[in-house]
């Protein structure tokens, strides 16, 4: 065999290995890193500072370090992708067997979210990460469903019903639609009603609560979960995460 073919077909195996190698180890970071496993199962995602701090935040929730978290946000800065799409299926990937609860200000939001979540884990990325996580076949409602091992996910608008589940996790995304909403007192009512009569109580012993927004008010939810740590309530993790500037 000619010398030039033989250091031809040597150096394309080389190329193959190297490439096989490197996407081994992709893989084994996207399973141990919420940012490298949206970045894995998200076409062209480029994190920012931001979003790398928010998946660090929320990394420290999946390791069991902080069970109540406040990430404060402007809006418009990718932390719904995180937080509500990637988020819950990756904890599920961690853990197959935890049940989630996903608020949002609006029913349809919150089970537009549920469908991303769903979708990622029947993904053929996700397959490649975490195959031991599947969806339950007879139950993959776009906001509500399972997975085989028996954990599952549950999406809720803001004064929703949540009979008959509990989680180990509860996750509330903005809890104001729109800036009048969060102005006013019967929204701001409603939610904090909500938040301890219904939600609060579906949370687990030693579960965890995060809440990722925006401040509207300082009277909205965030605003009266710091009052009633004040008043010898939960204690919360606080992290504010400023606006990106150019």
């Excluded at 339950?136 to 949540?162: F, K, M, P």
């Excluded at 009052?227 to 992290?239: F, I, N, P």
Aim: aromatic share 8%.
């Amino acid at each position: 065999m000619p010398a030039a073919f033989q250091e031809t077909s040597y150096g394309t195996e080389l190329l193959k290995l190297k490439g096989l190698l490197h996407e081994e180890l992709t893989r084994t970071e996207a399973c141990e890193s919420l940012e490298k496993f949206t970045a894995y199962t998200t076409p062209k995602w480029q994190p920012g500072k931001i979003h790398r701090d928010i998946c660090g935040q929320l990394d420290r929730a999946v390791n069991g370090s902080v069970d109540r978290l406040m990430l404060l946000c402007p809006p418009q800065h990718g932390k719904s992708q995180i937080a509500s799409r990637r988020f819950p299926a990756y904890l599920l990937g961690q853990n197959p067997r935890l049940e989630v609860i996903s608020a949002s200000a609006t029913a349809q939001l919150a089970e537009e979210f549920g469908r991303d979540v769903r979708n990622c884990i029947g993904s053929q990325e996700y397959r490649q990460l975490f195959p031991g996580t599947e969806l339950a076949q007879d139950s993959q409602a776009r906001g509500r469903w399972n997975t085989e091992d028996g954990g599952g996910y549950y999406a809720v608008g803001i004064g929703g019903a949540l009979m008959g589940r509990g989680a180990e996790l509860g996750l509330i995304d903005d809890p104001f639609a729109t800036w009048e909403d969060g102005q006013s007192k019967l929204s701001r009512d409603k939610a904090w009603d909500w938040y301890k009569g219904t939600f609060y109580n579906r949370i687990r012993p030693n579960g965890s609560i995060i809440v990722i927004q925006h401040r509207m008010h300082e009277d909205d939810l965030v605003g009266r979960l710091l009052a009633q740590q004040s008043a010898g309530g939960d204690r919360w993790e606080v992290v504010e995460l400023p606006a990106l500037l150019d």
